[in-house]
């Protein structure tokens, strides 16, 4: 296959530092002869066949797919501690969970989990190298924002400290969970602060602990809630607004992180400070998803060739 071969030497504490292309580079003694091998998939398309595509998982209108796949080995030449070459081998693995519509409320509900990582060898590289998962949580578990024009969320798996460089993937299997909204309710807020929390929608209570509107046309709002963990719907806090007496948009604000406590969700949202120029504060308005559908993608691949 028709890999792209470099060999990157990085500088580190004032090590002498080039880059070359590994058939001309002589490497140092002790060095295993491999250079920077790196191997992409782009676009869902293998370099080693045109034909392939990485597979769509498609629900209710979502699509879940791998992107790219990336194979890498990186020498670095020190001067200090024992002579010779150092390496490290990874592998990056990204996705997107998308709307081709561009009209859809949902979210991925955590990290993806790795079920099975196998190289053309059978080695378990999930098993035998250190690698992280993305996105965590909070970022994790918020909702794209079709108004503000965002159709997709991106997830992978970074694998670093390889045992070995793979020549390739033999099965690679990616659980990813979201969530669809199935229905959205709209709530007017009060203009003065609440003394306890009260039931906003099923199973969601919350209250404006803090309202005030400046003589020069500012305003600012305090908002906390509580969403249970027990029986019930479990509904979700998407966003909060100030509304002009037109019905138009002065400002948009998201949930920022969540407190998850053995019995509830627990948040509390600050907008601070907003000018209202010429226009007059017409409404608070919430914004509540009170069902959320769940479902986990299996996304799956088999046989993908990385190095030559």
């Not at 595509?53 to 890498?72: K, M, P, R, T, Y």
């Not at 790795?114 to 098993?127: N, S, T």
């Not at 798996?157 to 390739?168: R, T």
Request: net charge negative.
């Amino acid at each position: 296959m028709g890999a792209t071969r470099t060999t990157r030497l990085a500088t580190l504490a004032g090590t002498l530092a080039a880059t070359a292309i590994l058939a001309g580079l002589a490497l140092p003694s002790g060095a295993c002869p491999e250079g920077v091998v790196t191997s992409n998939f782009r676009g869902g398309v293998s370099p080693a066949d045109d034909a392939h595509h990485f597979d769509l998982q498609v629900w209710e209108g979502l699509v879940c797919q791998f992107n790219s796949i990336n194979a890498s080995t990186t020498y670095s030449i020190q001067n200090w501690g024992q002579p010779g070459a150092r390496m490290n081998r990874s592998v990056s693995i990204n996705g997107a969970l998308f709307d081709p519509s561009g009209q859809r409320l949902y979210r991925m509900s955590g990290p993806p989990r790795i079920r099975e990582l196998i190289d053309m060898d059978g080695a378990d590289l999930a098993a035998t190298s250190q690698y992280s998962l993305y996105p965590q949580p909070p970022s994790g578990t918020g909702f794209v924002h079709p108004t503000n024009g965002q159709t997709s969320v991106t997830f992978g798996v970074n694998m670093y400290a390889l045992e070995h460089a793979p020549k390739g993937i033999k099965r690679l299997a990616l659980e990813v969970d979201a969530e669809l909204a199935a229905d959205v309710v709209t709530v007017s807020l009060p203009r003065e602060p609440q003394p306890e929390l009260v039931e906003l929608a099923p199973n969601f209570k919350g209250r404006v602990t803090n309202f005030v509107v400046t003589d020069d046309g500012r305003v600012s709002v305090k908002f906390e809630y509580r969403i249970g963990l027990g029986d019930g719907p479990r509904p979700a806090f998407y966003a909060i607004e100030l509304l002009d007496t037109t019905g138009a948009v002065i400002q948009t604000n998201y949930p920022p992180q969540e407190i998850v406590t053995r019995d509830a969700i627990v948040g509390v949202h600050h907008t601070q400070n907003v000018g209202l120029g010429r226009r007059e504060l017409g409404e608070i308005r919430l914004t509540i998803v009170t069902d959320l559908i769940p479902h986990t993608f299996e996304v799956v691949e088999e046989d993908l060739p990385l190095l030559d």
